[in-house]
């Protein structure tokens, strides 16, 4: 049998159709958002993903990272590119002849985005509420040089007073360490915690100690950065736009900047692409290769000081023999790797201190050698590898799985082991790492503050991050001698000695120097990526390229 | 009826309460806690966080207390994003997850039963073989695949369209279509799998005999019956439609609520999970409760009673 739609029903149709072609016939394409905000001054930065907060004590990820320095501006700032410290809200500052006191002096026009100034003392309110315990800051260890300050946010020390900060003027801030920190600068400039937060709005809406009370809502937000918050639509996008009452507004050339908060760096490779983006965090690891052949003009590469390396667990036999341990260090080409897995952005690392740190020179004991490897694994009582364990390389869902798959494939062609790959979900793998229930596993660091030190302490006996097993006192020791030396250069000797004995003991093993990489529009001008990877918005100008 | 509807109510609610319940305590068992992170904090540190979440209190109690300012709707502050309470993010992200939702079901429902209908009523012509592999392609090629593609095609060879985004009316276009695209495939099938069905009753031979036009006898009398499969169908997808698609929301970047759902069991962010669950579970069995009244209003052989 034979149907027919009744003559309204056809017509009805065509009429759809006809609409639907005449819609499409008229899209064209539209005036992209790069090119609007090239116009405007605006710049589109694709951002990692939400920030978790936008207060400079509480916040702890990523993303976090890439807005506050445009919204907030601590004593100094890090030079873009030599981190060097620069003047912030300090103009100048002076250091005692014994290196335990600093003396820092505030600009006169230093304000805030209500037009309110900034005094020292909005600096010690800003430094008292980082360290206090209630507010549960995670990142109050880089107050530690400071004299009482550990105690203090441990609840050791319950008057700020006694805690080595002081304001003889509205113009002087005294900063008194515990003992001689020759990165101390470092840690000013390059760290949110350091930064100040305005009194006045923080109680209004709660306590000093109060998390999550709203004020940095738009509503209620007052920063004293170059940009001052305006919008913020959660997993959207945050708008910062200039601030007319910033010291050196003068020197800021954009009007805005759209932090657009994109997860995927799929998705903002394609956002990039379809000029809805200035700037990207990242790149696709297969679309960076392509860049990198193709259109090396728009893949921005800076090495940063961040070094991806093996965590061994040294209470697993057979990994406490330190002769296995250098074995497995030394039979993948780390070369090879990253040239396989992303040349853009790994380059092969043989020391855990990367290269590009001011002044210091990494310890490099070891490049591949198989051979040298199979021997220490015949002596260590497993020739060929026979009778070694199976033994677990455990790695996060994010990580790259290429990269653990490679270096399963070269233990098992040059040292004839085999071990099992466990890709766990980024909080259970950090789990098992704090409760040490793993053999080896891929973990990375970046820097705090540019000194060795941001790395060497890690692996302390007694170390926070320190998930090795590994306590050696005699590296201990080797790190104390280091801490206590008055001479800089001498310093970054001994704590070459200290990473001597890391290398030689190898409870971690380097595999890449991290770069940062991210696609960058030709009319983004001045764009600099530090290599604690702290963006530097003030310098950026958008224009014809 | 009423007695029916109350019945079931006290059910839902019933069984919302086992799904709070058993949620809260799955999350609690799973490894890793909302501070857990690469740089793990300090025993004090970790206190301190503890004791401003309530968590320092004992299990039972966090339980009690959670119970307590759920009877007043109020789901908690949220673990990840210390400046936001739950209410807050489900209050801005589900509307974004509705629109699309909505938009997206509008289009699945007219394609999915604009050519479920063609393909029966022209059953093994070339119509039928069309609309029967968009259906079969619709199902075998994911959301993450089309969504790519109308992307590299509308966005970037094109220029039409934004790539992702959720600023002008515009960019409902792409995630819209591809959503409603995978949504119309399993409704089109079923859609001519209920309508074949229905098509050789006695009561349509019936309604022809009685002189009825085959557009009245299709839209009618047929669609009446052959849609119920759809109806079923539609209860807990109308559910997930709403709630928001994850893989939808990645690519295209849109603040819906789908992202939360997975995010928020990433980062340990218990009452955001426990809000998402919530906010699912009573959609789906509300969306169920509707669709058992559909169905006995379009089928006279269901009895609500």
């Keep these: ?545 | 009826m009423f007695r029916f509807i109350t019945s079931r109510f006290l059910q839902s609610l019933l069984a919302l309460y086992v799904v709070i319940t058993a949620t809260f305590f799955m999350v609690r068992f799973v490894p890793g806690g909302p501070f857990t992170a690469e740089k793990a904090v300090t025993p004090e540190i970790l206190r301190n966080l503890e004791a401003h979440y309530g968590l320092n209190k004992p299990l039972y109690r966090q339980y009690l207390d959670y119970l307590g300012s759920l009877a007043h709707g109020d789901l908690g502050p949220s673990f990840k994003y210390p400046n936001r309470t739950v209410n807050e993010i489900i209050g801005d992200k589900v509307p974004v997850s509705a629109e699309l939702g909505l938009l997206s079901l509008a289009i699945a429902l007219v394609l999915g039963i604009g050519l479920g209908t063609l393909a029966a009523i022209r059953r093994n012509t070339w119509i039928d073989y069309v609309a029967s592999s968009f259906g079969m392609t619709g199902i075998s090629i994911p959301t993450f695949v089309v969504g790519p593609l109308l992307v590299l095609a509308f966005a970037i060879h094109l220029g039409w369209f934004n790539a992702s985004g959720w600023y002008l009316p515009s960019d409902r276009v792409l995630p819209c279509l591809v959503l409603g695209i995978a949504y119309a495939a399993p409704i089109s099938r079923l859609t001519r799998g209920g309508l074949l069905e229905v098509l050789h009753q006695d009561f349509i031979r019936t309604a022809r005999a009685k002189g009825a036009s085959e557009f009245r006898v299709i839209t009618r009398h047929a669609l009446r019956g052959g849609l119920l499969p759809v109806v079923s169908y539609l209860g807990p997808a109308i559910a997930g439609i709403l709630t928001g698609s994850f893989v939808i929301e990645t690519i295209f970047q849109i603040p819906g609520i789908g992202r939360e759902f997975v995010n928020s069991a990433f980062n340990r962010d218990y009452t955001l999970v426990l809000g998402t669950v919530i906010l699912y579970a009573a959609l789906i069995m509300a969306l169920n409760l509707l669709v058992d009244i559909a169905q006995a209003w379009m089928n006279p052989k269901v009895r609500l009673e």
């Design chain 1, 1 to 545: 049998m034979r149907f027919a739609l009744p003559p309204a029903a056809t017509s009805w149709c065509l009429a759809t159709l006809a609409c639907m072609t005449l819609a499409v016939a008229g899209c064209s394409r539209h005036a992209t958002a790069v090119d609007e905000g090239n116009r405007t001054q605006t710049l589109h930065f694709g951002n990692v993903g939400e920030p978790s907060e936008l207060d400079p004590h509480i916040i702890n990820a990523a993303p976090d990272y890439q807005i506050i320095t445009a919204l907030f501006e601590g004593l100094l700032n890090a030079d873009p590119a030599t981190m060097a410290p620069r003047p912030g809200v300090a103009e100048t500052w002076d250091v005692s002849p014994d290196g335990l006191t600093y003396t820092f002096h505030l600009r006169t026009n230093a304000k805030w985005s209500n037009g309110d100034p900034i005094t020292a003392d909005d600096f010690l309110y800003s430094f008292r509420r980082a360290l206090s315990p209630a507010l549960a800051s995670q990142y109050t260890f880089l107050f530690h040089a400071v004299r009482g300050a550990d105690e203090f946010s441990s609840g050791k020390l319950a008057d700020f007073s006694q805690v080595g900060f002081s304001a003889p003027d509205p113009r002087t801030l005294v900063v008194r360490l515990a003992r001689v920190t020759p990165y101390f600068l470092g840690i000013v400039s390059a760290n949110a915690i350091w930064y100040p937060v305005h009194r006045a709005t923080i109680e209004r809406l709660g306590r000093i100690d109060q998390r999550g009370t709203g004020w940095t809502r738009p509503e209620n937000f007052v920063g004293n950065g170059p940009f001052v918050l305006k919008e913020w639509r959660p997993n959207q996008v945050i708008v910062a736009e200039k601030s007319p009452t910033y010291w050196d507004a003068a020197h800021v050339s954009l009007h805005a900047v759209y932090f657009h908060a994109i997860d995927s760096p799929d998705t903002q490779e394609v956002a990039f692409r379809s000029g809805q983006l200035h700037v990207t965090t990242g790149v696709p690891a297969a679309k960076a290769t392509a860049y990198l052949k193709d259109h090396s003009a728009l893949l921005l590469r800076t090495p940063i000081l961040s070094t991806t390396f093996i965590t061994v667990n040294v209470a697993h036999p057979p990994l406490n023999d330190q002769r296995i341990r250098l074995a497995l260090a030394l039979a993948f080409d780390r070369a090879q790797i990253a040239s396989r897995i992303n040349p853009a952005r790994m380059a092969p690392a043989y020391s855990i201190v990367p290269e590009g740190m001011p002044g210091y020179q990494p310890y490099v004991r070891m490049k591949e050698d198989p051979a040298a490897a199979r021997a220490l694994f015949a002596e260590a009582g497993f020739p060929a590898g026979k009778g070694f364990p199976t033994l677990e390389l455990s790695c996060e869902t994010g990580a790259s799985l290429e990269l653990v798959q490679a270096i399963q494939e070269a233990w098992r062609t040059n040292l004839g082991i085999h071990v099992s790959i466990a890709r766990r979900e980024s909080r259970t793998h950090w789990e098992t790492l704090h409760l040490k229930q793993y053999d080896l596993a891929i973990s990375a660091w970046s820097a705090d503050y540019p000194d060795p030190s941001s790395f060497l302490e890690l692996w302390r006996g007694n170390g926070g991050w320190n998930f090795t097993n590994w306590a050696d006192p005699h590296y201990d020791e080797l790190l104390d001698t280091a801490a206590s030396e008055t001479d800089p250069a001498m310093r970054l000797k001994r704590l070459q000695v200290v990473e001597s004995r890391l290398t030689n003991e190898m409870p971690v093993i380097p595999v890449s120097y991290d770069r940062d990489v991210r696609l960058v529009q030709p009319s983004v001008h001045n764009w600099a990526t530090n290599p604690l990877q702290r963006p530097d918005y003030k310098a950026v100008w958008l224009g014809a390229p």
